[in-house]
């Protein structure tokens, strides 16, 4: 039988995919302080509290039109959420990642 899927999803930049590699114990997905790095659907085995499920890392669900890049990153995760049996929506650091951004930008 399948395993259950879990969906992380949630706006770019608030730690999904830092949430997906910890949860898989590789660093596979890719984690930047930069929005819209994750673009696709990526799938992994995770065990946690004597459970077994599958992780699905997604893109940043951004609220844009469908014929954009963020519109149809918003349309892959969409997709995903069908099969899935849980859903995780992150909202956790997109105030700290803008703010070491400002904070860079400022150092030059
Ligand atoms: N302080 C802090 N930073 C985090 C945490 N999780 C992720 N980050 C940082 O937030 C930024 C975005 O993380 P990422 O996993 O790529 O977010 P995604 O776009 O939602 O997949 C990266 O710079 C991470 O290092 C966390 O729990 N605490
Ligand atoms: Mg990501």
Known sequence: MALPQV???????????????????????????QPGVTRDRRFGDAHLLGLDF????????????AATLPGRMRA???????????????IGT???????RRFRMHLG
């Open 54 to 65: 599958t992780i699905v890392d997604t893109a940043g669900w951004e609220d844009e039109d």
């Open 76 to 90: 892959q995760t969409e997709a995903a959420l069908v099969g899935a049996t849980v859903a995780l929506f992150v």
């Open 94 to 100: 997109a105030l700290f990642g803008t703010a070491v």
């Open 7 to 33: 969906i992380i999803i949630g706006r770019p930049n608030v730690g999904k995919s830092t949430l997906w590699n910890r949860l898989v114990g590789k660093k596979l997905a890719l984690v930047d302080d």
